[in-house]
Nanobody, 126 residues
Framework: QVQVVESGGGLVQAGGSLRLSCAAS??????RAWFRQAPGKEREFVVA????????FYADSVKGRFTISRDNAKNTVDLQMNTLKPDDTAVYYC?????????????????????WGQGTQVTVSS
């Protein structure tokens, strides 16, 4: 059974930091990603990392502020978020891709991932 579980959300003041963690199990994954969804908005791409190689892809809105890292042995992926802004407020979702390397991978597309966590709330106050 595949499980994808996020942790680490919370409330922080603007300019502060938070670290999210995502644990995934039950399959061999070829990529992991974080997406977010604010109230009334569509789910948007934040960052992705290929496995096990570690190639990363960042949304322009978070470049230089957010960093994704992975521990292949533990099947965990962390998202370090610095210099947070009120616009970063959203539910953050961890996504996992088990589709093989022979299939074209579009990291920013939700359809590239076949497993999702339930989400964790991040609220940044001004």
């Amino acid at each position: 059974q595949v499980q994808v579980v996020e942790s680490g959300g919370g409330l922080v003041q603007a300019g502060g930091s938070l670290r999210l963690s995502c644990a995934a199990s039950g399959r061999t994954f070829t990529a992991r990603a974080w997406f977010r969804q604010a109230p009334g908005k569509e789910r948007e791409f934040v960052v992705a990392i290929t496995l096990p190689g570690g190639n990363t892809f960042y949304a322009d809105s978070v470049k230089g502020r957010f960093t994704i890292s992975r521990d292949n042995a533990k099947n965990t992926v962390d998202l370090q978020m610095n210099t947070l802004k009120p616009d970063d407020t959203a539910v953050y979702y961890c996504a996992a891709r088990s589709i093989g390397y022979s299939t074209t991978y579009s990291p920013q597309s939700t359809s590239a991932y076949d497993y999702w966590g339930q989400g964790t709330q991040v609220t940044v106050s001004s």
